[in-house]
C-alpha cells in the first residue's frame, strides 16, 4: 500500500534518532523560554537546556502531568503567543475544569499530515468517500480525521457524531467507502445496518476507529456486521488528537510518528524507564508541535512498543493496543469520564437533599455504553414524596450532562444504602466487557 512520506517513514533507525536528537534540542531550547513550568521544573533538577545533546538525555528531563493542565488552565503551557494560536480543543480534566490545548498553523498542518500518513497506511486514496462521525466540536475527533482526509484528496462527509438512522441513510446514499467513529458507535451502527437490512445497499470498505479500548472479538464482529476491514487508530488531545499512531495494513500494533512524538514506557510508580518490550505506561515528548510542546508527558495508557522492522517496509516502532490506563479515568461512549467530576457536581448541589455517596455503573447494552449513578438520599429527602425526588434525579441528571457533556440515568437511592468502605472508595462497577 502507499507509503504518503517514503523518505521519513523508512527512514532507517539510527537516522530517527539523529532527527529526534536535532528536534528534541530545539524543542527543550524554547520551551526553556517560552513555558514557566517546564523551565521551574528543569531549575528544580539543576538542568540546563545545554545539558541536553540529544535523545541519549531524554530520561534526564522532567515529566508533565494531566494536572499541569489544571494548574496553568486555560494557556499557561502554550508556547507560542495567543496570537499565533489558531485553533484550540479541549478534553476532559481529573476535576470539573477541562484541558485545552491550542495549535499554530504549523501544528495543523503537521496534524493534518500524520493523519494522511495514517489514511494512506490504512489504503485509502482520492478516490474515498469518507463519512466522519467522530464530533465535531472542541473534541479533537471530527476535525482531525476531517484535515487528514482533505489532505489525501479524498471526498469528506462532515456527518458528526449521532442521529444514526440519517448516519446510516448517509452512508447508504453518498456511497461512503469509509467510515470513522468509536468502536462502539460502530457496533451499535453495524447493529442497526442489520436492523435495517440495508447491509447490501453500503459501498463501505474501510472503517477507522478508536478513542477508546477496544477488543479484536469486537472488531471482528463490526467488520463481519458491515462487511469492511477496521483498524485502530490511537491519540490523545495533550499529544495532537487522533494522528499519534496506527495500524497499517499489516495490523501488528499501531506505527508511532516517531519524527513528531519520541515514546517510552515507564513504571508508573517509579518513573524509571524499562526495558525494550515491557510493558508500562506510556510517555510522550513532541519534538515539532510550538503552540502546546509537552516533554515526557504521562498518557495513563499502559501499553508496550514493538521494535521489530514491520512487513509494510516503515520503521517507526509500533504501539501495541492500549490494555488500560493507570489513573481512574473512565471512556464512556467515547467520552473521557473522571469520578472526580461527578463528585465535584454532587458536592456542588449541597441544598439537604442527597449525600455525596453514589456508585457510577457503566454495562454495555447492545452495543451502547449505559450509565447510570446512584446516590443516596438525605434523611430528610427520604421522608419526601415521589415527585420531589424525581424532580431532584431531574435536575441531578442535567448538571452532569452539562458538566460532563453525557447522558447519564440518575437514580435516588434509600439513605446509607450504599456500602461504605474501609479503604478507598469503590465508586466504579464497570460491567462492560471488550
Ligand atoms: O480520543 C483522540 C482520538 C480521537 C483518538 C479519535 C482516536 C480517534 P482524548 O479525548 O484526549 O483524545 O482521549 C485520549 O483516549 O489517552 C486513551 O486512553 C484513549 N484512546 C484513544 N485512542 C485509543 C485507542 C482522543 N485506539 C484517550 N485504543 C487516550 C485505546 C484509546 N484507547
Not at 111 to 127: E, F, N, P, Q, T
Request: charged letters at 25%.
Amino acid at each position: 500500500m502507499a507509503i504518503l512520506h517514503p523518505e521519513i517513514e523508512t527512514l532507517p533507525r539510527e537516522e530517527i534518532k539523529k532527527l529526534q536528537s536535532e528536534k528534541l534540542v530545539w524543542q527543550v531550547k524554547r520551551m526553556y523560554e517560552n513555558v514557566e513550568c517546564f523551565r521551574n521544573r528543569m531549575d528544580e533538577k539543576g538542568l540546563k537546556p545545554e545539558d541536553i545533546h540529544g535523545v541519549e538525555d531524554l530520561a534526564k528531563l522532567p515529566f508533565s502531568y494531566k494536572q499541569d493542565l489544571r494548574d496553568y488552565y486555560p494557556y499557561g503551557l502554550f508556547a507560542e503567543p495567543l496570537e499565533n494560536i489558531r485553533r484550540v480543543h479541549a478534553s476532559s480534566g481529573t476535576t470539573g475544569k477541562r484541558i485545552v490545548v491550542g495549535y499554530t498553523d504549523n501544528d495543523l498542518d503537521m496534524w493534518s499530515d500524520c493523519v494522511a500518513r495514517m489514511l494512506k497506511a490504512i489504503g485509502l486514496s482520492d478516490k474515498d468517500i469518507f463519512q466522519v462521525s467522530f464530533g465535531y466540536g472542541l473534541f479533537t475527533g471530527g476535525f482531525g480525521l476531517h484535515a487528514g482526509v482533505e489532505k489525501i484528496g479524498a471526498t469528506v462527509i462532515p456527518m458528526s457524531s449521532g442521529n444514526t438512522s440519517l448516519q446510516i441513510q448517509t452512508m447508504v446514499d453518498f456511497k461512503a467507502t469509509a467510515i470513522c467513529c468509536t468502536p462502539s458507535y460502530a457496533m451499535y451502527l453495524a447493529e442497526e445496518v442489520e436492523k435495517a437490512g440495508v447491509k447490501d445497499q453500503l459501498s463501505l470498505k474501510v472503517g477507522v476507529f478508536g478513542a477508546e479500548p477496544w477488543s479484536e472479538s469486537m472488531r471482528h464482529e463490526i467488520e463481519e456486521k458491515l462487511g469492511i476491514k477496521a483498524y485502530d487508530i490511537y491519540g490523545l488531545s495533550e499529544i495532537l488528537g487522533p494522528g499519534v499512531s496506527c495500524e497499517c495494513e499489516y495490523q501488528c500494533g499501531m506505527h508511532v510518528w516517531e519524527d513528531h512524538f519520541i515514546p517510552e514506557i515507564i513504571d508508573p510508580d517509579t518513573g524509571e524507564v524499562l526495558p525494550e518490550g515491557s510493558t508500562g505506561e506510556l510517555v510522550f515528548t513532541t519534538i515539532s508541535k510550538e503552540g502546546f510542546p509537552v516533554i515526557r508527558y504521562h498518557t495513563r495508557d499502559i501499553c508496550s512498543l514493538e521494535y521489530a522492522p514491520c512487513k509494510c517496509g516503515r520503521t517507526h516502532i509500533r504501539m501495541n493496543k492500549p490494555s488500560g490506563r493507570s489513573d481512574d479515568m473512565l471512556i464512556i461512549r467515547g467520552v473521557n469520564v473522571f469520578p472526580s467530576q461527578i463528585e465535584e457536581v454532587l458536592l456542588d448541589f449541597g441544598g439537604n437533599e442527597i449525600t455525596p455517596n453514589y456508585i457510577i455503573k457503566i454495562d454495555r447494552v447492545n452495543n451502547t455504553d449505559t450509565f447510570d449513578l446512584d446516590v443516596e438520599m438525605s434523611e430528610s429527602m427520604f421522608t419526601d414524596d415521589l415527585k420531589s425526588i424525581t424532580k431532584t434525579e431531574k435536575a441531578i441528571t442535567e448538571k452532569l450532562r452539562s458538566a460532563l457533556g453525557l447522558g447519564v440515568r440518575v437514580h435516588l437511592v434509600n439513605p446509607k444504602t450504599i456500602a461504605r468502605s474501609e479503604g478507598k472508595a469503590k465508586r466504579v462497577l464497570d460491567l462492560r466487557k471488550l
